[in-house]
Each structure stands twice: as structure tokens, then as C-alpha cells.
């Protein structure tokens, strides 16, 4: 119980964050997006920087990040992500800020979110059938707050 009220702190300050700095801003990703304002690239590089240094720290502590080529599920991933971010002007972070900000279109996206990854989920990842998906799922079940017991 105390992971998930964790989390769902954790949820509720991302969320605050994403509106403070505008990220969940439709004006403000369109701006970014069309190359008119730089601040949305210099906001996610700064959090990118944060996480790269974060992660090399932990690296000690935690299984090492999986390293792999990028394959062909990447670029078409990337180029639907993109082409997503674009038209709906939010990425998935920011949907659930736009939704409690109100913003009626918003629900279209969040149901578009909900598909995709329910689409994901029914077709399987391809990577489900290398044998590295076996460790994947094993280290999964270890790590799951169901398992801490």
C-alpha cells in the first residue's frame, strides 16, 4: 500500500511539473514543434541530462540498462510517436494533465493512448519471441511489488 501511495505522490508532482513548466501546454508543444520556441527542447534536454547522470549512478545499484541496436520496431515506433505528438500537440506524459486541465480534446488522445497501447498488448512486442524477453520477464517478477511481498 505504501508503494502505490508513493506512486501516485510521485504521479501528482510529475503532473504539477508537466503544467508549472507548460509542457502540457497544446500553444507551447505547437510552438516547440514548429521550431518558434526553443524552451520545450532546452526543458527536455536539461531532464534528459538529469536522467543520464541519475542512471550512471544507480548503474551500481540495479541491473544495468538493456543496451540493443535500433531495429525497424523503433523507427516505425518513433515516426507513429512523432506523428502522434504532432497532430494531438501532447505526448502520453502530458495527456492526463490536459484531461484534469479540462482541455475537451484531450480525451481523444487519452483514448487514441489507451488503444495503441491496448493494440500493443494484444499483438505482442516482437521482442516477446528473443530469448532475451525470458530474463526480461523473469527480472520483471523480481522486481514487482507483488513479489516484495
Known amino acids: 500500500m505504501r508503494r502505490r501511495a508513493a506512486g501516485a505522490g510521485i504521479g501528482v508532482v510529475f503532473g504539477v511539473l508537466l503544467c508549472w513548466s507548460g509542457m502540457s501546454n497544446p500553444v507551447v508543444i505547437r510552438q516547440a514543434l514548429l521550431f518558434e520556441q526553443s524552451y520545450l527542447f532546452l526543458f527536455m534536454f536539461s531532464a534528459i541530462a538529469t536522467a543520464t547522470i541519475g542512471t550512471r549512478l544507480l548503474a551500481g545499484r540495479s541491473a544495468p540498462p ?84
Open 66 to 149: 538493456v543496451r540493443e541496436r535500433p531495429q525497424q520496431r523503433h523507427i516505425v515506433g518513433s515516426v507513429i510517436f512523432g506523428l502522434g505528438w504532432g497532430v494531438a500537440d501532447a505526448c502520453p506524459g502530458p495527456v492526463l494533465t490536459q484531461v484534469g486541465q479540462g482541455i475537451a480534446w484531450s480525451l481523444f488522445t487519452l483514448v487514441g493512448v489507451v488503444a495503441g497501447v491496448y493494440a500493443f498488448q494484444r499483438h505482442g512486442s516482437p521482442a516477446a519471441s528473443s530469448p532475451r524477453a525470458n530474463e526480461d520477464t523473469e527480472l520483471a517478477t523480481e522486481l514487482s511489488p507483488a513479489s516484495a511481498g
